[in-house]
């Protein structure tokens, strides 16, 4: 649990609202914006995905 939040914690000092983020998931790697960041999720727009927004961990997303 701590280093979970550890993890977070990072990844919120890297990132900030309108930045550009690849999004690693399990299978694929996304390119994405940043519309808002919650306490551990962070809404993102996916170039590709159409006018839609995904809740995405922070621990997941690097800046571009």
Known sequence: KRIKALE????????SV???VK???RTEVFVGKILKINR?????????K??????????IMEAV
Do not use: E, H, W
Not at 8 to 15: D, F, G, R, Y
């Open 8 to 15: 977070i914690a990072k990844a919120k000092m890297s990132l």
């Open 18 to 20: 309108g930045d550009n």
């Open 23 to 25: 999004i690693n998931t």
């Open 40 to 48: 551990t999720k962070a809404i993102c727009s996916i170039k590709g």
């Open 50 to 59: 159409g006018d839609a927004t995904f809740d995405v961990p922070l621990r």
